[in-house]
């Protein structure tokens, strides 16, 4: 059974960082793409980043690219999701999210993932 719980979430003033922490259970880690969502009040569920299984490649949206850094330690079965200088746009519900290898061509898309962790809320004050 497949498992993924989430931490890490909080309230920060903009500026701010936290890390994200998500472990893994279930899943034979290597060999699993990874990668976080957000999903904003009343909007959708979009995506943040994503490394590929193994930790060959990664992705970003470019609303955090060079604010953002995910990681892997495959180890711990756990990957993990740097925030730094964040805003009060990047208020949402942060999601775990996982696949067995994964296509590169669709890493970015929500529908390309199997299993889901039930999220952590992360608030960014002004």
């Known amino acids: 059974q497949v498992q993924l719980v989430e931490s890490g979430g909080g309230w920060v003033q903009a500026g701010g960082s936290l890390r994200l922490s998500c472990a893994a259970s279930g899943v034979t880690f290597s060999k699993y793409t990874m990668a976080w969502f957000r999903q904003a009040p009343g909007k959708g569920r979009d995506f943040v980043a994503a490394?590929?299984?193994?930790?060959?490649?990664?992705f970003y949206a470019d609303s955090v690219k060079d604010r953002f850094t995910i990681s892997r330690d495959n180890a711990k079965t756990e990957v993990y999701l740097q925030m730094d200088s964040l805003q009060p746009g990047d208020t949402a519900v942060y999601y775990c999210a996982t696949v067995s290898w994964g296509i590169l061509s669709t890493i970015r898309r929500e529908d390309s993932y199997h299993y889901w962790g039930r999220g952590t809320q992360v608030t960014v004050s002004s």
């Open positions: 490394i590929r299984y193994g930790g060959g490649g990664t």
